[in-house]
């Protein structure tokens, strides 16, 4: 099992930057792929990044894609998401997710998920 803690989460003006992280405990990191979702009020979470498990490989979502960088640090158990030029619809819970499956968008692909941490971006 991998328990994920995300921080870095805030209030920020558009145009801003932001950078989560998502701490995992646990000695088998290593073997997860890494997530980042996001849910807006009265909306179904959605992708934004993911991650394979020894990091050379992202995939993000069209609506970040250019803006956002998922990254991951296997010795220190961290996944970590640079968000730049934010606008007010990235505002959201952004959760960090892990799971065996492959690099997927799926959010039943993962199995394990944090508690989130809010971003709010202000006009």
């Known amino acids: 099992q991998v328990q994920l803690v995300e921080s870095g989460g805030g209030l920020v003006q558009a145009g801003g930057s932001l950078r989560l992280s998502c701490a995992a405990s646990?000695?088998?990191?290593?073997?997860?792929?890494m997530g980042w979702f996001r849910q807006a009020p009265r909306k179904e979470r959605q992708f934004v990044a993911g991650?394979?498990?020894?990091?050379?490989?992202?995939y993000y979502a069209d609506s970040v894609k250019g803006r956002v960088t998922i990254s991951r640090n296997n010795a220190k158990n961290s996944v970590y998401l640079e968000m730049n030029s934010l606008k007010p619809e990235d505002t959201a819970v952004y959760y960090c997710?892990?799971?065996?499956?492959?690099?997927?968008?799926?959010?039943?692909?993962?199995?394990?998920w944090g508690q989130g941490t809010q971003v709010t971006v202000s006009s």
């Open positions: 646990g000695r088998t990191f290593s073997s997860y792929t």
């Open positions: 997710a892990a799971g065996t499956y492959g690099l997927s968008d799926d959010s039943h692909h993962y199995d394990y």
């Open positions: 991650i394979s498990r020894s990091g050379g490989t992202t």
